[in-house]
């Protein structure tokens, strides 16, 4: 049984930073490229960042370019979201997930090539 566990979110003010967590369980994250999407209140799931498996390539939302960073640490299960300069609009629930297909070479943005979500955190940015 795989699970995802997402933390550290919470309430911030414009301009602050949060790290979210992505914990693996049942699943050996390092043959897999991840992803961390999001979805604001009546809106669809958004990708925001993903990471290839090896960790050597990233993709971004242009709307989080050179704000957010996404990082993993294979040894330990675990990825993390680094979310710098937050703005109002960024306020969601932020979700990690597992692409579907072991050792892609191709970081995907499309929620249906990853098969594996976690519950969500949320994140709320005060203006």
């Known amino acids: 049984q795989v699970q995802l566990v997402e933390s550290g979110g919470g309430l911030v003010q414009a301009g602050g930073s949060l790290r979210l967590s992505c914990a693996a369980s049942?699943?050996?994250?390092?043959?897999?490229?991840m992803g961390w999407f999001r979805q604001a209140p009546g809106k669809g799931r958004e990708f925001v960042a993903g990471?290839?498996?090896?960790?050597?390539?990233?993709y971004y939302l242009d709307s989080v370019k050179g704000r957010f960073t996404i990082s993993r640490e294979n040894a330990k299960n675990l990825v993390y979201l680094q979310m710098n300069s937050l703005k109002p609009e960024d306020t969601a629930v932020y979700l990690c997930a597992t692409d579907r297909t072991p050792y892609s070479g191709v970081v995907h943005t499309t929620r249906n090539e990853y098969d594996y979500w976690g519950q969500g955190t949320q994140v709320t940015v005060s203006s």
């Open positions: 049942g699943r050996t994250l390092n043959r897999y490229n």
């Open positions: 990471i290839s498996w090896s960790g050597t390539k990233t």
